[in-house]
C-alpha cells in the first residue's frame, strides 16, 4: 500500500486566497484525521471522520475551514479565506479503529505558507 | 496545570549513548500510551504502544509506563543517528462520545556519529 497521500506537499499562497489541502487514505481505514502542526501548539487535531461522517470537529479554528470526505478515498480540508496565522503544517491521517485510540498512518504533511 | 508535559529539547547525545525520553500528564482518564517518532519534514510514526503499567521493550527502545506517578518514558539504548527524530508521547482515552487523542509538544532529539 502507497500509505496516506497528500497534495500538494507544499503550498504558498496569499492572505484571503483559498486553500484546498486533499488526502487519500489508506484503502480500509475507516477513520481519517486532519491535524494542524506548529511549534507553537504541536500536533492539534482539527477534525476526524469515521465511515466519511464528521465525528469530531471541535479543533476547527473557525468557519473559515471546512473539511469533507465525500467517499472513503478521499478528503479535503478548505480554508476561505486564507490567513497569515494558517501557515503551519496540515497533516491527513487514517486508521482502521473508529474510536480515535488506535494506530494513526499520518501522511507526508502539506506546508502551507501564507504570505 | 497542562494536560501532558514533555521537555522540548533538543537533545543531543553521542552515537551509542543510553537516551531517557520522558512526559508527564494530568488526566486520570488516559488508558493508552505511545510514542510516536517524527522524521524531519515526515509525519509522525508509531513506535511503542502499551495499554498498562510497566515496561514494555522492542528492540532498542523500552516504553515504561508509571500510571500511579502519571509518568511514561520511552528508553533508547545504543542510540545510532538513526534515531535522530523528534519523539512524540500520546495518550489516548475512550468517552462517551468517541476517542481523543493527546500529543505532546515532542522532543527533538539528535544523535551524533
Known amino acids: 500500500d502507497a500509505g496516506v497521500i497528500q497534495s500538494p506537499r507544499h503550498e504558498v499562497t496569499e492572505m484571503g486566497q483559498e486553500v484546498t489541502l486533499r488526502c487519500k487514505p489508506i484503502s480500509g481505514h475507516n477513520s481519517l484525521f486532519w491535524y494542524r502542526q506548529t511549534m507553537m501548539r504541536g500536533l492539534e487535531l482539527l477534525i476526524y471522520?469515521?465511515?466519511?461522517?464528521?465525528?469530531?470537529d471541535s479543533g476547527m479554528p473557525e468557519d473559515r475551514f471546512s473539511a469533507k470526505m465525500p467517499n472513503a478515498s478521499f478528503s479535503t480540508l478548505k480554508i476561505q479565506p486564507s490567513e497569515p496565522r494558517d501557515s503551519a503544517v496540515y497533516f491527513c491521517?487514517?486508521?482502521?479503529?473508529?474510536?480515535?485510540?488506535?494506530?494513526?498512518?499520518f501522511g507526508e504533511g502539506s506546508r502551507l505558507t501564507v504570505l | 496545570q497542562k494536560e501532558v508535559e514533555q521537555d522540548p529539547g533538543p537533545l543531543s547525545v553521542p552515537e551509542g549513548a543510553i537516551v531517557s525520553l520522558n512526559c508527564t500528564y494530568s488526566n486520570s482518564a488516559f488508558q493508552y500510551f505511545m510514542w510516536y517518532r517524527q522524521y524531519s519534514r515526515k509525519g509522525p510514526e508509531l513506535l511503542m504502544y502499551t495499554y498498562s503499567s510497566g515496561n514494555k521493550e522492542d528492540g532498542r527502545f523500552t516504553a515504561q509506563v508509571d500510571k500511579s506517578s502519571k509518568y511514561i518514558s520511552l528508553f533508547i539504548r545504543d542510540s545510532q543517528p538513526i534515531d535522530t527524530a523528534t519523539y512524540l508521547c500520546t495518550f489516548g482515552a475512550i468517552y462517551t462520545q468517541g476517542g481523543k487523542l493527546i500529543f505532546g509538544q515532542g522532543t527533538e532529539l539528535s544523535v551524533k556519529p
Open positions: 491521517a487514517s486508521s482502521q479503529k473508529a474510536d480515535n485510540t488506535g494506530e494513526l498512518f
Open positions: 471522520f469515521n465511515n466519511n461522517v464528521p465525528i469530531d
